[in-house]
Nanobody
Framework: QVQLVESGGGLVQPGGSLRLSCAAS????????LGWFRQAPGKEREGVLC????????YYADSVKGRFTISRDNAKKTVYLQMNSLKPEDTGVYYC????????????????????WGQGTQVTVSS
């Protein structure tokens, strides 16, 4: 059974940092692309970042370039989202998602074309 469990969310002041983690189980993570998405109150879910099974990175959101990074640790079966210089507009529920791509996967899924999703973790950026 595929499971994705996000953690690390919370309340942070503008300009602060958070690192989100997504623990994967029930599948061979090294064969899958992994993505982070977010949904702000009253808005549609949007893609943030993706990392392929080969470690390539795609930014879905231009607004996070230079501030957010994604990484994966296949041995720990965890994907991370490092968020720096946080802004109030980064507030929302953050979700991780995964899609099978093969061990040599070099492309991230388009849009929200993922097979499995976590339950999300709340990030609130406010003074």
């Amino acid at each position: 059974q595929v499971q994705l469990v996000e953690s690390g969310g919370g309340l942070v002041q503008p300009g602060g940092s958070l690192r989100l983690s997504c623990a994967a189980s029930g599948f061979a993570m090294n064969y899958y692309a992994l993505g982070w998405f977010r949904q702000a109150p009253g808005k549609e879910r949007e893609g943030v970042l993706c990392i392929t099974s080969m470690g390539g990175v795609t930014y879905y959101a231009d607004s996070v370039k230079g501030r957010f990074t994604i990484s994966r640790d296949n041995a720990k079966k965890t994907v991370y989202l490092q968020m720096n210089s946080l802004k109030p507009e980064d507030t929302g529920v953050y979700y991780c998602a995964t899609k099978y791509s093969g061990i040599f996967g070099s492309r991230c899924p388009g849009g929200a074309d993922y097979d499995y999703w976590g339950q999300g973790t709340q990030v609130t950026v406010s003074s």
